[in-house]
């Protein structure tokens, strides 16, 4: 795959595809909902708030005066809007392109989703767990359909606690639990990839992270505001990744996205490596089991 600066001049027209961004309403997925509809593709912002969504949208319309966006309620936080969400997708829509699983919460104080799942696990993993089988039968009908997993160089930190997954019998501490929700996004990304496999009608499965970014996502972290100025790249380019992992025509499934840039914090998208713990399949598929479980959806 060729290491050139890959870019939005590299994105073909999108005319016909349908797109759902989770997290659509500010950092990366505004920025993702913004050139797919210049691509012009019909984007879904799946946003959990209405208002906000709806003036994003027409920012963007303010730009592309052709754009097609539906702005759709999906609060992750709950199973039963996530259920909403994709019921709705799928008596509106004969065909979903690509999923873009992006939106998340960051080094945030401790607090259970409606469900009771620890949050940072809660919405980054099984809140797009839940979604991406719902949406599945749709993914199954369109042809080279493709999903995309977002995950973070705080997966190096991730390690997960099978047995206090919610974390109700250790110290919560944030940052952990934000690297163990980074890591289950590659469990989950190369398990899918896994099981897909020589599946007809089958999307591609791939990851990305946005290297140093600055978004929205880190208003937690006193950390991230000192330094931020120092170290992080524009959304412009931070986007780049995910972009590649949900268009590139040569990308397999598996494949794992981030910037070309010492240690992988700011640059052009590339191929990259996540760690070996990522690999790991006996907890990928232990994770798997366990997302089922907690949802209650079944691939």
């Not at 089988?133 to 099978?162: C, E, W």
């Not at 949900?246 to 981030?258: L, N, T, V």
């Not at 760690?275 to 079944?298: C, D, F, I, Y």
Request: glycine fraction near 8%; charge should be positive; proline fraction near 3%.
């Amino acid at each position: 795959m060729s290491k050139s600066k890959w870019n939005h001049s590299n994105i073909p027209d999108q005319k016909d595809k349908v797109i759902i961004i989770t997290g659509a309403t500010s950092g990366l997925g505004e920025e993702a909902a913004k050139v797919l509809a210049g691509k012009n593709a019909t984007v879904v912002m799946a946003v959990r708030n209405i208002q906000k969504g709806e003036r994003v949208a027409q920012e963007i319309s303010k730009f592309f005066h052709n754009s097609k966006i539906d702005v759709r309620q999906l609060d992750l936080n709950s199973l039963n809007s996530i259920k909403s969400f994709a019921e709705e997708i799928i008596v509106s829509y004969v065909q979903l392109d690509i999923l873009i699983n992006n939106a998340g919460v960051m080094a945030c104080p401790f607090s259970n989703t409606e469900d009771g799942f620890e949050i940072q696990m809660g919405v980054n993993h099984l809140g797009h767990f839940a979604l991406t089988g719902y949406l599945m039968p749709l993914m199954k009908k369109t042809k080279g359909s493709r999903i995309v997993a977002t995950s973070s160089i705080a997966h190096r930190q991730g390690n997960i606690d099978f047995d206090d997954i919610n974390w109700e019998k250790r110290k919560y501490v944030t940052g952990k639990a934000y690297g163990d929700s980074k890591i289950a996004n590659l469990y989950f990304a190369y398990e899918l990839a896994r099981k897909l496999k020589g599946s007809s009608n089958s999307p591609k499965i791939t990851a990305s992270h946005p290297g140093w970014t600055s978004t929205e996502l880190q208003r937690h972290s006193l950390m991230f505001k000192k330094l931020n100025p120092l170290f992080s790249q524009k959304v412009e380019i931070g986007v780049l990744p995910t972009l590649r992992a949900a268009i590139d025509e040569d990308a397999q499934s598996g494949d794992y996205f981030g910037p070309s840039g010492f240690m992988e914090m700011k640059g052009h998208p590339v191929v990259v490596k996540s760690n070996e713990l990522s690999k790991n399949e006996a907890h990928a598929k232990r994770l798997w089991n366990l997302s089922e479980e907690m949802t209650g959806v079944q691939y």
